[in-house]
């Protein structure tokens, strides 16, 4: 190339010696390996990710926040309340019987937890029975059937309340009671409150139905 002042300007070539192409070989590679991290961050950013709480809850959280400071060394439950109902009722512990069937709490005012299943809290459904009625009137969980979505259950584990929102209330007849689906592991934290149903037994003594309630950690 020619200047101004009539000089010619000589450009030297560039060439790539074999050190050169290894090094922007090496480059190149670096950047093909890190694309698709860069893409998927971007893609990520931004977007909500729901947790699927499994087939037994029916209306699935949009969230589920398991940073509750919980006692993970099987402190059991000591009271459970259900503002709606007015309920707040001490626990009693409940084992299964003989022939397999979960026995029912001694006292009617107070509501019991199966002390062999799931500490409320942890990952699986918790499980709470009472009774419906006695022969002087209502008992604690009278009101149970009157439960609906959204409404809040709360239980003592050590010295934290855990509360737990309801997401389906159903009535099952005894004879086809669906074992698996009440009792059956979760991947969070539930609650199954169980009580009677239905029309009376008066041969049986009984109920022909069980109601329950399913509810969620929050």
Not at 5 to 18: I, K, Q
């Amino acid at each position: 190339m020619r200047t101004s002042n009539g000089r010619v300007v000589r450009h030297r070539a560039f060439r790539l010696t074999s050190a050169r192409r290894r090094t922007v070989t090496l480059i190149l590679c670096v950047l093909a390996l890190a694309a698709p991290v860069y893409v998927g961050a971007a893609t990520l950013v931004g977007r909500r990710v729901d947790l699927d709480a499994g087939e037994s809850t029916w209306i699935v959280p949009n969230s589920i926040d398991l940073s509750s400071e919980v006692a993970d060394d099987g402190t059991p439950p000591s009271r459970l309340r259900i503002p709606s109902l007015r309920v707040d009722t001490a626990l009693e512990s409940l084992n299964m019987d003989a022939a397999g069937v979960l026995a029912s709490p001694k006292a009617y005012g107070e509501a019991g937890w199966f002390a062999q299943g799931t500490v409320p809290g942890d990952p699986g459904p918790a499980v709470f029975a009472g009774h419906v009625d006695s022969k002087t009137g209502p008992a604690v969980f009278y009101k149970l059937h009157q439960l609906k979505a959204g409404d809040k259950v709360e239980v003592r584990r050590g010295g934290t309340w855990l509360t737990f929102s309801v997401t389906a209330s159903e009535h099952y007849a005894k004879a086809k009671f669906p074992s698996s689906r009440v009792y059956g592991p979760t991947p969070v934290p539930e609650l199954r409150l169980i009580t009677c149903g239905g029309e009376f037994d008066a041969g049986r003594h009984s109920y022909r139905d069980n109601i329950v309630v399913y509810a969620v950690l929050q």
